[in-house]
């Protein structure tokens, strides 16, 4: 369909249509450039470090699948404790804020923790898309 060269009187525009044209042609480029935030949803307890890593890993995987990974358990533990409960019962509750301004949940590893299952049951709530990954972020169903 396109802009027209025609103003609606009929007489020839190309100011305008240069404009309107320019202003179609970003649109275009910016929904090319759209990427979803994701929330990362993986064991942080037990193994911190090692777990830590792994959520790196996985938010460096979703980078490289087109979308903005979201994963509060590498924020929050700098200036948050999790071994004292009332700290860790912050950083849920601030986790799950951020949930609620994702498109998706993304579930990675085998094992699903006290902390995970409450994101999970969170995103089931809110009806919200949950893709399930293995360690090696490949797909299993959910």
């Not at 903005?68 to 849920?92: T, Y």
């Not at 009806?127 to 959910?142: A, L, Q």
């Amino acid at each position: 369909m396109g802009i027209s060269r025609y103003n609606s009187e009929g007489y020839s525009d190309p100011t305008s249509h240069a404009a309107l044209s320019g202003i179609q042609k970003e649109e275009k480029a910016a929904k090319r450039a759209y990427r979803p935030l994701v929330y990362i949803c993986s064991p942080f307890a037990g193994d911190r470090s090692g777990n830590t890593q792994k959520a790196r890993r996985y938010s460096r995987f979703a980078v490289e699948n087109g979308v903005i990974p979201l994963a509060p358990h590498l924020l929050f533990p700098q200036f948050l404790d999790d071994g004292k409960p009332a700290e860790r019962a912050i950083g849920m509750f601030m986790g799950l804020v951020l949930l609620g301004k994702c498109e998706q949940l993304w579930v990675f590893g085998g094992t699903i923790s006290t902390g995970m299952a409450a994101e999970i049951e969170k995103a089931e709530k809110r009806g919200m898309p949950i893709r399930y990954f293995t360690e090696n972020c490949e797909e299993v169903g959910g």
